[in-house]
Every structure is written in C-alpha cells, then in structure tokens.
Nanobody, 125 residues
Framework: QLQASGGGLVQTGGSLRLSCAAS????????MGWFRQAPGKEREFVAA????????YYADSVKGRFTISRDNALNTVYLQMNNLKPEDTAVYYC????????????????????WGQGTLVTVSS
C-alpha cells in the first residue's frame, strides 16, 4: 500500500517535497516512481528510482529541478520539487514495481503494479 502526501499550493519558483510511504515488509526492495496527471491530460512520467537508490531517471521537463530519493529504513520515497512552474500543476502519484526492470522501463506506467492515491500540487503564476 502506498500513501502519498506533501502536495499543496505554491507560487511559481517555490518548492515542495512529496513523500510516499510504503507498507509491507518487502517494500524497500521495490523500484519506485512518480507520475503526474494534469487536468485534461494523460498521466505522465516524472521520476524513478531503483530499489537500491543508486540509479535515478527523470523526465526532461523536470530534470535539474526535481530530485527523487528514498529512505529504505523508513520505506519512504521523496520527490523534492524546486523552481516550480504553473505547468507542474497536477495530481502526483507514486508507484511501486517489484520487477527488476531497467531504469528506462520504469518510465512507463505498465511497469508498476501498485499505485498510491495521488496528492495535488498547484503552482500559481
């Protein structure tokens, strides 16, 4: 089970940190990802991290502004979002995959078996 939190309203240029708490004894071995869905648009990939935390992958639109990290002792994955823009406004979802996918495959939604409920991020201009 995944529980995302940390969303809210922020001005352009501001920062937010999203958290995704995972339950389950094996959750620390899962690869994790963040996706987002803006109103009227399809869900899109944001960032992914391998279970070890040593490999990360980002969408071009967030590269250099967002950082994904994880604390396996707390079974939690984070998405630090800096220099936010209005086009970052969306519901953000965390997802978990138990499979040993290549990091590039983790940029696709079908790679994940488990999804959180989403947290809304709104960036005002």
């Amino acid at each position: 089970q995944l529980q995302a939190s940390g969303g809210g309203l922020v001005q352009t240029g501001g920062s937010l940190r999203l958290s995704c708490a995972a339950s389950g004894r094996t959750s620390s071995t899962y690869n994790m990802g963040w996706f987002r869905q803006a109103p009227g648009k399809e869900r899109e990939f944001v960032a992914a991290i391998k279970w070890s935390g040593t490999c990360t992958y980002y969408a071009d639109s967030v590269k250099g502004r967002f950082t994904i990290s994880r604390d396996n002792a707390l079974n939690t994955v984070y998405l630090q979002m800096n220099n936010l823009k209005p086009e970052d406004t969306a519901v953000y979802y965390c997802a978990a995959s138990s499979r040993l996918w290549n990091i590039v495959v983790l940029a696709t939604a079908p790679a994940y078996e488990y999804w959180g409920q989403g947290t809304l991020v709104t960036v005002s201009s």
